[in-house]
């Protein structure tokens, strides 16, 4: 059975990766979970993709299976925190949950799972996000978005034939989630220049050293889920989303909880991340392009205590930002003669982080096009977005947790702001 190594000390034990790899599962049970009932947990357009298919390999092959449950494929299944508290009341005891279905079964199933303390198998049948393998699940607790923690599957079994079968914009989605781990490369880089985030070179090449091999071809599904997972190891050995994630991540987050609309449906977490990584990129280049003499001679002088206070309510003032985002905001602010001595780091590290952004995000304009070639959107309006609704994201991304990047950078030079009108 071709098994893929995954790391070592994370929930994660095994991963399958195969053109035909569900007749795989009664062995891993087997393996795995003796004596253990398989319960299926699917919805009617995954049961389709395969989960009937799960079941009748495991009744061919005479294993246990308790009646799988099928929740409607319309309206989807919502990422809520009761839903899966629903699940976890109904999971047979004495059974293992099979998760077959896209990022939401999982995110579901995987938080159940861990409220019941039994371990998982996920079977993914769209290569949409790298939530699968990572531990926590991103669900909507009393209506704002949360990360709930549990733990990781136990296995992952991803079946190609499956995956080939997704929509073709849960795909996009997928290569976009896995694209914007170039900028976040970058932003850590950003963090780790300024001491605030030091880079660990064993969790950075987890997802960094075979990256642009994996996005090479938006049509190798193979090899853009063996990107996404390997993320997902990298946040469970990082215990953070860190090697995932940066400001490109942070705008969408911020998308998230304003329940963004285009046409009428929620846009895609990747198609979030994609138009959130040309921002970022877009933010990069300005830096890049920006000289040491120059940067000194644009700086706005840093704001007061007060003034900064007031413009971080302005833009929090639909309060739907979660938990407490003025405080940690105004943590992150340096005022004052901690202002200037920030900016001091900056300019002494500004060559040389020019040299590591320039080198991480690689051919610049090829970057966009893979995105566009892959189907992802890079524009804001290809997301609904005005330009005001853009700069708002962009300037409240900055506010919403402590993870350093490119957006505090030029914010913490006196810069953010005209870097924003510049690309706008
Ligand atoms: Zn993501």
Known sequence: MP??????????KVFILDDDALPQIPALLDEMWPGKSAWIVADGNTWRAAGERVYRIL?????????????????KPHPDYTLACQLAEMMPDNAVPLAVGSGVINDLIKTAAGIRKVSYCCIPTAPSVDGYTSKGSALSVGGSKKTVPCPAPAAVVADRNVLLTAPPEMAAAGYGDL???????????????????????????IVQKDLRAWLADPADLKAIFMGLAATGYAMQQHNDSRPASGAEHLFSHVLEMEHLKYNGEEVSHGFKVSVGSVISLR?????LATTL?????????????????????????????GED???LSMEKFQAGDAAFVRRKEIYAVWNSLQEKVARQLGDQEAFVKSLKDAGCPT?????????????HGIFTAQLIRR????????????LLKTAVEKMF
Not at 59 to 75: D, M, N
Not at 193 to 200: G, M
Not at 403 to 413: E, F, G, P, Q, S
């Open 3 to 12: 098994r893929i190594a995954v790391p070592e000390g994370i929930s994660t």
């Open 379 to 391: 524009t804001p309006e290809e997301i609904g977005l005005d330009r005001e609704q853009s700069i």
């Open 325 to 327: 985002p003025a405080r």
């Open 283 to 287: 933010l990069m280049q300005f830096f």
């Open 293 to 321: 003499e120059e940067a000194r001679r644009l700086a706005e002088p840093p704001l007061t205590v007060d003034a900064r206070k007031k413009e971080i309510a302005e833009l929090l003032k639909r309060r739907c930002y």
């Open 403 to 414: 993870r350093y990047n490119i957006l505090d950078l030029l914010y913490d030079a006196g």
């Open 179 to 205: 694209a914007a781990k170039i900028v976040a490369g970058a932003d850590w880089l950003i963090a780790d220049a300024l001491k605030q985030d030091p880079v660990r070179p064993e969790i950075w090449n």
């Open 59 to 75: 009744e061919e092959t005479g294993r246990p299976c308790c009646k799988p449950c099928i929740l409607p494929a319309v309206p």
